[in-house]
């Protein structure tokens, strides 16, 4: 068991804070029952587990950490103390780990059924990406592309509030330009989203493959990155408020082109409506 917090291999996962050590190693650190159980379950690439016996109160967990010690995979113990030093969670559960990271070329990505994909702009908020993840998958969405400037979707504030979709839908990155290249080649139809958009989200239809962008937080699309798209829409604004959070635009722009692609017959209703055993209620926290 690993006691100091000066330890070489405490030390190498404690960078992983950091964006720079991310890149450079491709790693990530995902901590907490739930999350790294998600992990587990869909099969990421999960490096090492992070154990303090100590703090691991958890049935689940501690059945976990004994079905990966018998699959060879690398289990790291470390007292209470070391952990929580790790830790960035108030109440630290005692398991964690060293997972790589996920990403797919934007040649490889295949355009499927609606909602099809996610681009965003120079997202900034983690957590506002991470929400994004979250309602992707919730979707059925398969997946988000990043664009240019954009947050680390593998920031702790993203994993964390990605809720475990991080390990379900594709992510990818490319520049702006290339993404322009791509869209045409593939004949990807382009939605986004502008307050001063003529057209109401709900009034027009939403041709396929589709894909859906969206701009950053504090500037939304520029008029290059608008006049790259077949559509643009506008969310109404009935109050005080002229705009929307990213994520909640996303959102409800998502669950519009779900509600089109169920109604086109382009979707099964009641695949789409039975949850799968471990899975909550849909509008839980």
Not at 71 to 98: C, M, N, Y
Not at 120 to 132: K, S
């Amino acid at each position: 068991m690993i006691t100091s917090s000066a330890n070489p291999t405490v030390r190498q996962i404690r960078a992983l804070r950091q964006r720079k050590e991310r890149e450079r190693t491709g790693l990530f650190f995902i901590e907490g029952v739930r999350l790294v159980g998600e992990a587990v379950q869909v099969g990421a690439d999960v490096e090492a587990l992070v154990v303090a016996p100590d703090l691991l109160s958890s049935p689940f967990a501690r059945e976990l950490v004994d079905q990966q010690a018998a699959a060879r995979t690398r289990i790291i113990e470390v007292s209470a103390e070391v952990f929580v030093g790790l830790s960035q969670k108030d109440g630290p559960q005692g398991l964690a780990a060293v997972a790589h990271q996920r990403w797919t070329h934007l040649a490889d990505i295949r355009l499927g059924p609606p909602p099809g994909w996610v681009a965003l702009v120079e997202p900034a908020d983690p957590g506002n990406l991470g929400t994004i993840l979250r309602t992707a998958d919730a979707v059925g969405a398969a997946g988000v592309i990043l664009l240019d400037d954009a947050t680390d979707p593998y920031d702790p504030v993203a994993l964390r509030a990605s809720m475990g979709a991080i390990f379900a839908v594709q992510l990818a990155h490319a520049s702006f330009a290339e993404f322009a290249t791509w869209k045409h080649a593939r004949g990807a139809f382009l939605v986004g989203a502008s307050d001063k958009a003529p057209a109401d989200y709900q009034a027009v239809t939403y041709a396929q493959p589709l894909v859906l962008l969206m701009g950053s937080e504090r500037q939304g699309l520029s008029p290059a990155q608008q006049s790259l798209c077949d559509l643009m829409v506008r969310l109404p604004m009935r109050g005080r408020s002229d705009s929307l959070n990213l994520a909640v635009a996303t959102g409800v722009l998502l669950y519009e082109m779900l509600s089109q692609g169920r109604r086109a017959g382009i979707l099964h209703q009641d695949a789409l409506d039975t949850p799968s055993p471990d899975q909550g209620e849909g509008a839980g926290g």
